[in-house]
Antibody
Framework: EVQLVESGGGLIQPGGSLRLSCVAS???????WMWVRQAPGKGLVWVSR????????EYADSVKGRFTISRDNAKNTLYLQMNSLRAEDTAVYYC??????WGQGTLVTVSS | DVVMTQSPLTLPVTLGQPASISCRSS???????????LSWFQQRPGQSPRRLIY???NRDSGVPDRFSGSGSGTDFTLKISRVEAEDVGVYYC??????????FGQGTRVEIK
């Protein structure tokens, strides 16, 4: 089982940017890599996927055009660049490998 | 997008007794490749989600055999044969057939009576 450790969360003003990182204990070259978020007291919502088969990316409609997922194989790290942040982006962000391994999450709070 | 509807939203259970959670999808979850990509996740209080079941009825490694998944088409069930204290938490079903997006149910909270 791969270990995943997220970082980069914090308090940010509306309109600001953050970059989340997820370091994996094993290679990120294969399998699919996702970000899933959970607003306080709410359920799980898929945010984005990095498809290792071809390097394609997909996004939830709510973040399309604002968030960018990327991967650095040399560093075994997955990223989520989040721009134009809104209050409704406040959530714990989880990194997951094909949903079979999950990190501990990193909290993003968007507030003035 | 597919809508995943779980019931009940809260499930009070007695230790040692069985429990059952229903998940219904707004469209059939049978993929064109013949598989049905329905998964179940457990999220204990204060913890990250953990996948229990994939493709309707396949248990992930390390998942106790008291957990089982069944169903087909649009109607799925997660069963716990004998609830233990460590089973308290929120359970989610998820559609992977119509991805992207991957759609979760709203969650079912399992609590001890």
């Amino acid at each position: 089982e791969v270990q995943l450790v997220e970082s980069g969360g914090g308090l940010i003003q509306p309109g600001g940017s953050l970059r989340l990182s997820c370091v994996a204990s094993a290679s990120t070259f294969s399998r699919h890599w996702m970000w899933v978020r959970q607003a306080p007291g709410k359920g799980l919502v898929w945010v984005s996927r990095f498809n290792s088969d071809g390097g394609t990316t997909e996004y939830a409609d709510s973040v399309k055009g604002r968030f960018t997922i990327s991967r650095d194989n040399a560093k075994n790290t997955l990223y989520l660049q989040m721009n134009s942040l809104r209050a409704e982006d406040t959530a714990v962000y989880y990194c997951t490998r094909s949903f079979d391994s999950w990190g501990q999450g990193t909290l993003v709070t968007v507030s003035s | 997008d597919v809508v995943m509807t779980q019931s009940p939203l809260t499930l009070p259970v007695t230790l040692g007794q069985p429990a059952s959670i229903s998940c219904r999808s707004s469209q059939s979850l049978v993929h064109s490749d013949g598989n049905t990509y329905l998964s179940w996740f457990q999220q204990r209080p204060g913890q990250s989600p953990r996948r229990l079941i994939y493709k309707v009825s396949n248990r992930d490694s390390g998942v106790p055999d008291r957990f089982s998944g069944s169903g087909s088409g649009t109607d799925f069930t997660l069963k716990i044969s004998r609830v233990e204290a460590e089973d308290v938490g929120v359970y989610y079903c998820m559609d992977g057939t119509h991805s992207p997006p991957w759609t979760f149910g709203q969650g079912t909270r399992v609590e001890i009576k």
